[in-house]
């Protein structure tokens, strides 16, 4: 053999320590950018099934003529199959959290529910403001 030449037999030992090693080093590295994606993308279909939860619940917040249960039902089954129709699952469960949390903001920060009639407080007159006796 030559001075300063390779024989086959040290590229194939420095191939094969090198390509293992490498392996491990980059192996966790590589396997946390695939699970941070992953959960990148699953927030980012949460996000969308929120969305869609929020749309339909003020949709058939003003449907009188279904029962509540009915209404949830039925948001609960447009979010299933809004996010079918993008290639997205989502289970029962969790579409159904989605609606309840979009109703509870629609209701309480929103001002939602307005398709119910408010009962009011007749407030009684005071009959002689001008008698100051009982205050003191």
Same mark, same amino acid.
């Given at each position: ?5 390779? &024989?086959?037999?040290? /590229? ?6 090198? /390509?293992?090693?490498? +392996? ?15 959960? %990148?993308?699953?927030?980012? &279909?949460?996000?969308?099934? &929120?969305? +869609?939860?929020? $749309? ?22 447009? /979010? ?22 979009? +109703?509870?903001? +629609? ?14 407080? %007749?407030?009684? $007159?005071?009959?002689?403001?001008? &008698?100051?006796? %009982?205050?003191?």
């Amino acid at each position: 053999m030559m001075k300063g030449t390779f &024989d086959i037999a040290s /590229v194939l030992t420095f191939v094969l320590t090198i /390509v293992p090693a490498i +392996y491990k080093l980059l192996r966790p590295l590589i396997t946390a950018k695939i699970e941070t994606q992953k959960s %990148e993308n699953t927030r980012h &279909d949460l996000e969308i099934a &929120d969305d +869609y939860a929020a $749309a339909i619940v003020a949709e058939m917040a003003v449907m009188a003529n279904l029962s509540s249960a009915d209404r949830k039902t039925e948001a609960v089954r447009f /979010v299933i199959n809004a996010m079918q129709d993008l290639g997205k699952t989502i289970s029962t469960e969790t579409a159904g959290a989605k609606v309840e949390a979009a +109703y509870q903001n +629609y209701k309480n920060n929103i001002g939602g529910d307005v398709h119910k009639v408010s009962k009011t407080i %007749e407030a009684t $007159a005071d009959p002689d403001p001008d &008698d100051q006796s %009982e205050v003191n």
